[in-house]
């Protein structure tokens, strides 16, 4: 199949690796999600994954503790999810390491650019932990950043609804999906596709983002294959 997107950075919340349970991780899940990633990976996708920290710690909600450290708890937190997307991966016989903003050679590479498109050209995955490496900061964001900084083609956020709908499809049930939609629209209409600071970075270099459904993880060779799955954002 002919490729439409040649490097993407897959964005993952942390809440999908952990299914039902809604925290933690659900090891049965993580496969299946990492089963759909091998899918694209062998039709020769080169594949940045930035993975959130959801199922673990959010800073915004974390009552009163002092924003800073929640957020470098949360960001503490996405590193343990990218340890758990690498090693999913290459139970399933995939190359994969992981890469994180903060440095922390114990646990993993610290990233850098050149680094994370070397491993890319050569066929291994990079997972990249720790988000922007600055509070304040959601792994949107980093996702968006991380994109940028590897040239992918596209961003492919994961999502639990199959694009992005006018009001909340759970709630409504005459919610109407869009196939595509711009920044501009994304971000006057307040839509909760990601949080503004992505939106406009994504705006101003043209990153065009395809919001989908991992509910089938197959989607994601699918999106990347220019598949109609979800909704395309761009501007
Ligand atoms: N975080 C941060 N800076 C970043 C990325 C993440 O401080 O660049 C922290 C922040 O506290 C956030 C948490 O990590 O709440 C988990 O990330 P996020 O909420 O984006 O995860 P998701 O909701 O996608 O699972």
């Known amino acids: 199949m002919e490729l439409k997107y040649k490097r993407i950075l897959l964005k993952l919340s942390g809440e999908a690796l952990a299914g039902e349970k809604k925290s933690g991780f659900d090891e049965t899940v993580i496969a299946s999600i990492c089963g759909g990633i091998r899918k694209a990976h062998d039709q020769g996708v080169q594949i940045g994954i930035v993975v959130g920290g959801g199922n673990f710690w959010r800073g915004r909600s974390s009552g009163k503790m002092d924003?800073?450290?929640?957020?470098?708890?949360?960001?503490?937190?996405?590193?343990?999810?990218?340890?758990?997307?690498?090693?999913?991966?290459?139970?399933?016989?995939?190359?994969?390491?992981?890469?994180?903003s903060a440095v922390m050679p114990q646990v993993a590479e610290t990233f850098t650019s050149d680094k994370a498109i070397a491993a890319l050209?050569?066929?291994?995955?990079?997972?990249?932990?720790?988000?922007?490496?600055?509070?304040?900061?959601?792994?949107?964001?980093?996702?968006?950043l991380r994109a940028l900084e590897i040239s992918a083609d596209a961003m492919l956020k994961a999502t639990m609804v199959d694009g992005v709908?006018?009001?909340?499809?759970?709630?409504?049930?005459?919610a109407v999906r869009y196939e595509t939609l711009t920044f501009t629209k994304v971000l006057d209409e307040r839509l909760a596709v990601m949080d503004s600071t992505a939106a406009s970075l994504c705006r101003d270099n043209d990153l065009p983002i395809l919001v989908f459904d991992l509910g089938d993880p197959d989607n994601i060779a699918r999106a990347a294959c220019g598949e109609k799955v979800g909704t395309l954002v761009r501007e």
């Open 67 to 100: 924003r800073m450290d929640a957020d470098k708890i949360g960001m503490l937190a996405t590193v343990m999810n990218a340890l758990a997307v690498k090693d999913a991966l290459r139970q399933q016989g995939v190359p994969a390491v992981v890469m994180t």
């Open 121 to 144: 050209e050569a066929g291994t995955i990079v997972v990249f932990g720790g988000g922007t490496g600055n509070p304040i900061f959601s792994t949107d964001t980093a996702s968006a």
């Open 165 to 174: 709908y006018d009001k909340d499809p759970h709630k409504y049930p005459d």
